[in-house]
C-alpha cells in the first residue's frame, strides 16, 4: 500500500473525507467564500422579491390610471365641490352622522335630533353656496413703480353681468403678504360697484397683488366656494435715489460718446486749427485757412470717449455694520431693534442704504447715455434703461454671496468696463475686495464705496483703489464729484 492510500484511509477512519486543496490553502479558507456566496444568495431573494412585488402592482397601477382618466368627468367635478367644505363644515357633518349613527343603533332620541340639526344645517349652507356667479372683476393699481416712501393706491370694479340680481359677495384681493377683503352690495343686473384700496410702500421690494377672487357661501363658514377672476400682478417699490453730477467720460476712446477737454489729432469734435508741426497727419491739413494765412494749418479735435460703468452691490447683511453678529449687540437687542423698525429691519438697514447708492449711480450712468452693468447678487442688467435696472433692484433680497464670483460675473457681461464701483459694508476683508476689483483689466478706474453709519466721510487711496466712505445716501453726490468725477 502507498503513503497516498494510507493516507485515504486513515481520513476515512477519522469520520469525513477531505479533499486535498488545489492551492495549498488551509482548510478554513473556504469559509468566508461560503458566506459570501449565502448573502448574495439573500441580495438575489431580495431583489428578485421586489421585481416580483413590482410585476404585481404594474398592471393594477396601469389598470387604475386608465379607469381614472375614463372616469375624470366624473370624479373631478366631485372633487372640486368637496373643496368647497371647510374644516368646520367636516366637523358639522361627522357630527351628525356619529349621532345619527348612535342614536339609531341605541334608541337615543336626543342624539337623532342633534344628528338632524346638525346635517339640515350642512345641507342650507351647501344650497347657500350653490349658484353660479356670473361677474367681471377689474383689478388696477396705479402707478405700477414708485418709490419706497410713496403712495400706491389700486381699485377693483366689481360688474353684475348676470340676467339677475346679485347677493351681496365677499372679494379678496391679495395685496403681498396680507389680502384685502371687500363685502359688495346687492348688485342689479349690469351695475358695478368700485372700491379703493392703498398699497404699503414702506419697504422695498415686489408686491404681488392679485388674484381677486369671489368667495360665495353662508354665513357660518361651512362653505366656502372661491372663483378667481383675474391675474396676478407686480407693484414694484423702488429704492430711493439721489440725484448725482455727471461722472464725465470713460477711458474707451469712441466716436459716438462724449466729448471731453483732451486735444486729439483724430477724432470728429472739431476744436481748432495750429501750424503745422513735423510729424502730424497731412490728411488733416486745411488747405484753405493754409492758403489765407500762408502756412500749413492743420486741424486740432476734442477726444470723445464713451463710458461703460459696472456697479457691484453686495447684498450680505453680515458685511454691514448693522448686521446680526456684526454690532457687538445681544440677540435680545438684535430682535427689539428688528421689531421696532416694523418696515425696515434694522438688520438689512445699511443694505439698503448700499442698494440706494448702487442704483443711484447706475441711473445717473444711463441718463448719460452711457452703456451700465449692474449685478446685485442673482439679479444682472446690463446695457438697459433705469427703469429696467430699478425693476431688478426691488428683486434683490438681502442674503450671502461670493463677491468674488459675482465679479467673474460681472466681468463677464461688460469686458469693456471703463470704471468699476464695488458698494460693500466696512466687514468684508480688503484683500476680498483686492480680489474682485482684480477681475478687471488694469486701465480700469476700480471704486469701492463702503457704507457705514459710525464712520465719516472721506475718500482714501491704496491698493490701486479709490475708497469712498459714506455713512449716508445723501454723501454720495459730494464724494463722486470729489473723488471720481472728470
Same mark, same amino acid.
Given at each position: 500500500?502507498?503513503?497516498?492510500?494510507? =493516507?485515504?484511509?486513515? @481520513?476515512?477512519?477519522? #469520520?469525513?473525507?477531505?479533499?486535498? @486543496?488545489?492551492?495549498? +490553502?488551509?482548510?478554513?479558507?473556504?469559509?468566508?467564500?461560503?458566506?459570501? !456566496?449565502?448573502?448574495?444568495?439573500?441580495?438575489?431573494?431580495?431583489?428578485?422579491?421586489?421585481?416580483?412585488?413590482?410585476?404585481?402592482?404594474?398592471?393594477?397601477?396601469?389598470?387604475?390610471? *386608465?379607469?381614472?382618466?375614463?372616469?375624470?368627468?366624473?370624479?373631478?367635478?366631485?372633487?372640486?365641490?368637496?373643496?368647497?367644505?371647510?374644516?368646520?363644515?367636516?366637523?358639522?357633518?361627522?357630527?351628525?352622522?356619529?349621532?345619527?349613527?348612535?342614536?339609531?343603533?341605541?334608541?337615543?332620541?336626543?342624539?337623532?335630533?342633534?344628528?338632524?340639526?346638525?346635517?339640515?344645517? $350642512?345641507?342650507?349652507?351647501?344650497?347657500?353656496? %350653490?349658484?353660479?356667479?356670473?361677474?367681471?372683476?377689474?383689478?388696477?393699481?396705479?402707478?405700477?413703480?414708485?418709490?419706497?416712501?410713496?403712495? !400706491?393706491?389700486?381699485?377693483?370694479?366689481?360688474?353684475?353681468?348676470?340676467?339677475?340680481?346679485?347677493?351681496?359677495?365677499?372679494?379678496?384681493?391679495?395685496?403681498?403678504?396680507?389680502?384685502?377683503? $371687500?363685502?359688495?352690495?346687492?348688485?342689479?343686473? #349690469?351695475?358695478?360697484?368700485?372700491?379703493?384700496?392703498?398699497?404699503?410702500?414702506?419697504?422695498? =421690494?415686489?408686491?404681488?397683488?392679485?388674484?381677486?377672487?369671489?368667495?360665495?357661501?353662508?354665513?357660518?363658514?361651512?362653505?366656502?366656494?372661491? %372663483?378667481?377672476?383675474?391675474?396676478?400682478?407686480?407693484?414694484?417699490?423702488?429704492?430711493?435715489?439721489?440725484?448725482?453730477?455727471?461722472?464725465?467720460?470713460?477711458?474707451?476712446?469712441?466716436?459716438?460718446?462724449?466729448?471731453?477737454?483732451?486735444?486729439?489729432?483724430?477724432?470728429?469734435? $472739431?476744436?481748432?486749427?495750429?501750424?503745422?508741426?513735423?510729424?502730424?497727419?497731412?490728411?488733416? &491739413?486745411?488747405?484753405?485757412?493754409?492758403?489765407?494765412? #500762408?502756412?500749413?494749418?492743420?486741424? *486740432? $479735435?476734442?477726444?470723445?470717449?464713451?463710458?461703460?460703468? /459696472?456697479?457691484?452691490?453686495?447684498?450680505?447683511?453680515?458685511?454691514?455694520?448693522?448686521?446680526?453678529?456684526? /454690532? =457687538? *449687540? +445681544?440677540?435680545?437687542?438684535?430682535?427689539?431693534?428688528?421689531?421696532?423698525?416694523?418696515?425696515?429691519?434694522?438688520?438689512?438697514?445699511?443694505?439698503?442704504? !448700499? &442698494?440706494?447708492?448702487?442704483?443711484?449711480?447706475?441711473?445717473?450712468?444711463?441718463?448719460?447715455?452711457?452703456?451700465?452693468?449692474?449685478?446685485?447678487?442673482? *439679479?444682472?442688467?446690463?446695457?438697459?434703461?433705469?427703469?429696467?435696472?430699478?425693476?431688478?433692484?426691488?428683486?434683490?433680497?438681502?442674503?450671502?454671496?461670493?463677491?468674488?464670483?459675482?465679479?467673474?460675473?460681472?466681468?463677464?457681461? +461688460?469686458?469693456?468696463?471703463? /470704471?468699476?464701483?464695488?458698494?460693500?459694508?466696512?466687514?468684508?476683508?480688503?484683500?476680498?475686495?483686492?480680489?474682485?476689483?482684480?477681475?478687471?483689466?488694469?486701465?480700469?478706474?476700480?471704486?469701492?464705496?463702503?457704507?457705514?453709519?459710525?464712520?465719516?466721510?472721506?475718500?482714501?487711496? =491704496?491698493?490701486?483703489?479709490? &475708497? %469712498?466712505?459714506?455713512?449716508?445716501?445723501?454723501?454720495?453726490?459730494?464724494?463722486?464729484?470729489?473723488?471720481?468725477?472728470?
Amino acid at each position: 500500500m502507498t503513503q497516498q492510500d494510507q =493516507g485515504a484511509t486513515s @481520513s476515512r477512519r477519522g #469520520g469525513r473525507f477531505r479533499m486535498p @486543496s488545489r492551492t495549498g +490553502a488551509p482548510a478554513g479558507a473556504g469559509a468566508p467564500v461560503a458566506a459570501s !456566496a449565502s448573502t448574495g444568495g439573500r441580495a438575489r431573494a431580495v431583489g428578485s422579491t421586489s421585481r416580483g412585488i413590482r410585476q404585481v402592482t404594474a398592471p393594477i397601477t396601469r389598470s387604475i390610471e *386608465q379607469v381614472a382618466g375614463q372616469t375624470e368627468g366624473v370624479w373631478r367635478p366631485v372633487a372640486g365641490i368637496l373643496r368647497w367644505i371647510s374644516p368646520l363644515g367636516w366637523t358639522i357633518l361627522a357630527l351628525g352622522l356619529v349621532c345619527w349613527f348612535v342614536g339609531a343603533r341605541w334608541g337615543w332620541t336626543e342624539l337623532l335630533m342633534v344628528a338632524a340639526a346638525a346635517l339640515l344645517l $350642512f345641507a342650507i349652507c351647501f344650497v347657500l353656496a %350653490l349658484g353660479r356667479t356670473k361677474v367681471r372683476i377689474l383689478a388696477e393699481v396705479d402707478p405700477r413703480r414708485v418709490v419706497v416712501g410713496d403712495p !400706491a393706491t389700486g381699485r377693483i370694479l366689481v360688474t353684475n353681468e348676470a340676467r339677475t340680481p346679485m347677493l351681496p359677495i365677499l372679494v379678496e384681493l391679495p395685496v403681498g403678504l396680507s389680502a384685502a377683503r $371687500f363685502v359688495l352690495p346687492a348688485l342689479t343686473p #349690469g351695475n358695478a360697484h368700485e372700491e379703493l384700496f392703498v398699497v404699503p410702500t414702506s419697504r422695498r =421690494g415686489v408686491i404681488q397683488v392679485g388674484p381677486a377672487t369671489t368667495v360665495q357661501g353662508d354665513p357660518l363658514g361651512l362653505m366656502r366656494r372661491t %372663483l378667481t377672476w383675474t391675474e396676478r400682478t407686480e407693484l414694484f417699490v423702488h429704492p430711493r435715489t439721489v440725484a448725482l453730477e455727471s461722472l464725465g467720460a470713460g477711458l474707451l476712446r469712441d466716436l459716438e460718446g462724449s466729448t471731453t477737454e483732451d486735444v486729439s489729432m483724430s477724432d470728429l469734435a $472739431f476744436h481748432a486749427l495750429r501750424e503745422y508741426q513735423p510729424g502730424d497727419d497731412r490728411r488733416y &491739413i486745411h488747405w484753405r485757412s493754409s492758403a489765407k494765412a #500762408g502756412k500749413l494749418l492743420v486741424r *486740432q $479735435f476734442l477726444d470723445t470717449r464713451r463710458s461703460h460703468v /459696472t456697479v457691484i452691490v453686495d447684498p450680505d447683511p453680515e458685511q454691514y455694520r448693522s448686521g446680526h453678529g456684526k /454690532t =457687538g *449687540q +445681544a440677540d435680545r437687542d438684535v430682535e427689539r431693534d428688528v421689531m421696532a423698525a416694523n418696515a425696515h429691519t434694522a438688520i438689512q438697514a445699511d443694505v439698503e442704504t !448700499a &442698494i440706494s447708492v448702487g442704483s443711484s449711480i447706475m441711473v445717473r450712468v444711463m441718463l448719460d447715455e452711457q452703456d451700465c452693468t449692474i449685478v446685485c447678487g442673482p *439679479q444682472k442688467v446690463t446695457k438697459s434703461v433705469p427703469q429696467v435696472g430699478l425693476d431688478a433692484m426691488s428683486r434683490v433680497e438681502p442674503g450671502p454671496v461670493d463677491l468674488f464670483t459675482t465679479s467673474l460675473d460681472a466681468a463677464e457681461l +461688460a469686458p469693456d468696463t471703463s /470704471t468699476c464701483f464695488i458698494v460693500t459694508g466696512p466687514h468684508r476683508p480688503f484683500i476680498e475686495l483686492q480680489r474682485a476689483a482684480g477681475q478687471f483689466p488694469p486701465e480700469v478706474s476700480r471704486v469701492i464705496v463702503v457704507i457705514d453709519p459710525e464712520a465719516d466721510h472721506g475718500i482714501r487711496r =491704496g491698493g490701486g483703489l479709490v &475708497i %469712498l466712505t459714506l455713512a449716508t445716501l445723501e454723501d454720495l453726490r459730494t464724494l463722486l464729484v470729489s473723488g471720481v468725477a472728470r
